[in-house]
């Protein structure tokens, strides 16, 4: 139950290859959302939304989450042990999400290609938090990039690293966790204390994951200068989402970063790479590929700890 097997990760990332999330299916982060959702009604409506209420909710959700996999788990044991291994498979590749994350950037790219820039900034809407509105084909270009530079660590790199050291729980916790931390973990007046908590915790579970994509990268092309990617990784307001974003902009030799707009108020940023050229579809193009390079190549990593220690 809290160890997965090397066959059992290379089989949910596998699954998750060639079949993506199939919308008509149950599944975690929706299955979270509905618990944070109703989670945040229960809690905010007895006991407020200061801080300690946000940790109270971060408990409930995630203990719920368990609680429930921990049963789902023992009626399967009970039927068999391979109901059981399915079970785990099933939850760490839910978990990750490297098919979903090429096909968004994809819904980006294609209509960048032939020049629908409306289609563009409109596909490029669900990926990213910034204005997309007047967006040019190389700005646009630099937040796809940017976001599939950061899910590589959150939606590939972290569900596999946590299955790997707690097995599906972990993997579950991990995706329950980051779902809490994008529904509740925003500094604005009605989350600034209730999501503090989520926001932090997340940050916790992705500090490692997001310095390892940074190595693959480097590990791959090693010319890339690690020491700036970690001195530029450090300017970022988030203590993670700096490290893949730097990295990926070596990795390009494209600038990433700098000033974007919210809600039509412009809020300045770091710049990676500051010497790179503008991003190209191109580029957005080559992001995928590097982003399926690290899949693979963390995922040997951590198939070869789990041999190692088996």
């Known amino acids: ?34 618990l944070c959702r109703t989670g945040e009604l229960l809690v905010g409506g007895l006991i407020g939304r200061g801080v300690w209420a946000g940790a109270v909710f ?17 009626v399967c044991a009970w039927l068999g042990a391979p109901w059981a291994w399915l079970l785990e498979v099933g939850v760490v590749y839910q978990a990750v999400a490297a098919r979903d994350l090429a096909r968004h950037a994809e819904a980006v790219l294609v209509p960048l290609e032939r020049g629908d820039l409306d289609e563009a900034r409109f596909r490029l809407s669900w990926i990213v938090g910034r204005d997309t509105g007047g967006l040019d084909g190389p700005e646009m270009s630099r937040a796809a990039i940017e976001s599939v530079a950061e899910s590589i660590s959150d939606g590939i790199v972290a569900p596999l690293f946590w299955a790997a050291l707690l097995g599906a729980p972990g993997a579950l916790l991990y995706r329950v966790s980051n779902t809490l931390d994008s529904m509740v973990g925003h500094r604005t007046e009605r989350y600034e204390k209730f999501g503090k908590v989520s926001a932090r915790i ?43 974003e730097a990295a990926m902009a070596y990795a390009l030799g494209v600038r990433l970063g700098g000033v974007n707009r919210y809600d039509g108020v412009p809020i300045p940023g770091p710049e990676f790479n500051p010497a790179g050229r503008p991003a190209t579809s191109a580029d957005l193009a080559a992001s995928v590929r590097w982003m399926w390079c690290v899949t693979f190549l963390a995922a040997a990593g951590f198939a070869a700890a789990l041999l190692a220690s088996a």
């Open 1 to 34: 139950m809290w160890r997965i097997e090397t066959l059992q990760l290379l089989a949910a990332l596998g699954a998750d290859g060639l079949l993506g999330d199939p919308r008509a299916l149950p599944h975690l982060a929706r299955g979270a959302g509905w």
């Open 58 to 74: 971060w408990l409930g959700v995630c203990g719920a989450a368990l609680g429930g996999y921990a049963a789902v788990w023992a």
């Open 202 to 244: 997340d940050d916790l579970l992705n500090w490692v994951p997001a310095r390892l994509v940074a190595l693959c990268i480097c590990a791959v092309r090693p010319s890339i200068p690690f020491a700036r990617i970690r001195a530029e990784a450090g300017r970022h307001t988030s203590p993670n989402a700096g490290w893949p």
